[in-house]
């Protein structure tokens, strides 16, 4: 069966500081990765997708992620972080052969500081 | 244009009561899911839905959940006897026919006492 293991379930960093959200994940066939944004309250909202091709995608809010398929990661990265950015981030799976759900990852809680 | 929507936003029900979370989709999304939010389990998938029939039911806990899905729009999850394990925000999403980009709603809080 896939897994997504997000090893952090917290990260702290202050404003205008660069992050990376780590995301592994596990699987017997080939897969479609993603990274959703949950803000206090809210449903997921979808930050980026791999689908296919380059493997560095570029999302919304200025965070990109990079596909590497040896080492079964998904790194979330953003240059300089807002307190905007302040939420939970949640990498998720879908098998590319077919299956018709998501898998997630456990959530990383981001909390920005000035 | 309008997204995913669910209601009610917050339920709070006696255990052993049941209880029904509706989800109105995208307007012409075909494809409807049902995931579970809870603290010891994350996000799990419950249900999905193609129009309205259900071919993949194999998150569903136990006999005590159901689904349903008319027109191939409005989707009810009904929860019966509940019981406090079943507390969580339930989430509902939607997409085109391409499962790849699913568009949440802001879920239903639920909590049994």
């Known amino acids: 069966a896939q897994s997504v293991t997000q090893l952090d379930s917290q990260v702290p960093v202050f404003e205008e500081a660069p992050v990376e959200l780590r995301c592994n994940y596990s699987?017997?066939?080939?897969?479609?990765l993603f990274w959703y944004v949950q803000y206090p309250n809210q449903g997921l909202q979808l930050l980026l997708k791999?689908?296919?091709?380059?493997?560095l995608v570029k999302g919304i809010n200025g965070f990109e992620a990079e596909f590497n398929k040896s080492q079964t990661s998904f790194h979330l990265r953003k240059p300089s972080v807002h307190i905007s950015d302040t939420a939970e981030y949640f990498c998720?799976?879908?098998?590319?052969?077919?299956?018709?759900?998501?898998?997630f990852g456990t959530g990383t809680q981001l909390k920005v500081e000035l | 244009g309008a997204g995913v929507s669910q209601s009610p936003s917050n339920k709070v029900t006696e255990k052993g009561k049941d209880v029904e979370l509706r989800c109105d989709p995208i307007?012409?999304?075909?494809?409807l899911y049902w995931y579970r939010q809870s603290l010891g389990q994350g996000l799990e998938f419950l249900i999905y839905?193609?129009?309205?029939?259900?071919?993949?039911k194999s998150g569903l806990p136990s006999d005590r959940f159901s689904a349903e899905r008319t027109g191939g729009s409005v989707s009810t999850l009904t929860i019966q006897r509940t019981q406090q394990e079943d507390s969580a925000v339930y989430l509902c999403?939607?997409?085109?026919?391409?499962?790849?980009?699913?568009?949440f709603g802001p879920g239903t809080r639920l909590t049994v006492t």
């Open positions: 999403a939607s997409s085109l026919v391409s499962p790849y980009e699913q568009y």
């Open positions: 699987s017997s066939v080939s897969v479609y």
């Open positions: 791999y689908l296919s091709g380059s493997t």
């Open positions: 998720a799976l879908h098998l590319t052969g077919g299956g018709n759900k998501l898998t």
């Open positions: 307007s012409g999304h075909t494809a």
């Open positions: 839905f193609q129009g309205n029939s259900a071919p993949d």
